[in-house]
Nanobody, 116 residues
């Protein structure tokens, strides 16, 4: 069973920063586009950012200029650096691997809470 393991969530004040990490098996990391998705209570899950194996990135408009996705091949880890956080960024953030918008593999999720 493929395991994507997220870490780095927590509680932060508005304007603060957090960095999420996702450790992946090398067999997945080397082949698939990696991404972060989030789901807030009562809302549908949405794509936050994705990064291909060659480093091409996609961001949802609401996080452009504030969030940065990156991947480290040596550590087989994907990161999401989140700056200037807003209360509306509060959600469970999931790491995923696979097609953009329709990933195959999912992590358990990590809670991010931004207080106003």
């Amino acid at each position: 069973q493929v395991q994507l393991v997220e870490s780095g969530g927590g509680l932060v004040q508005a304007g603060g920063s957090l960095r999420l990490s996702c450790a992946a098996p090398r067999s997945i990391f080397n082949i698939y586009t990696m991404g972060w998705y989030r789901q807030a209570p009562g809302k549908p899950r949405e794509l936050v950012a994705t990064i291909t194996t060659d480093g091409t990135t996609i961001y949802v408009d609401s996080v452009k200029g504030r969030f940065t996705i990156s991947r480290d091949g040596a550590k087989i880890t994907v990161y999401l650096q989140m700056n200037s956080l807003k209360p509306e960024d509060t959600a469970v953030y999931h790491c995923a691997a696979g097609a953009v918008g329709y990933p195959t593999y999912w992590g358990q999720g990590t809670q991010v809470t931004v207080s106003s």
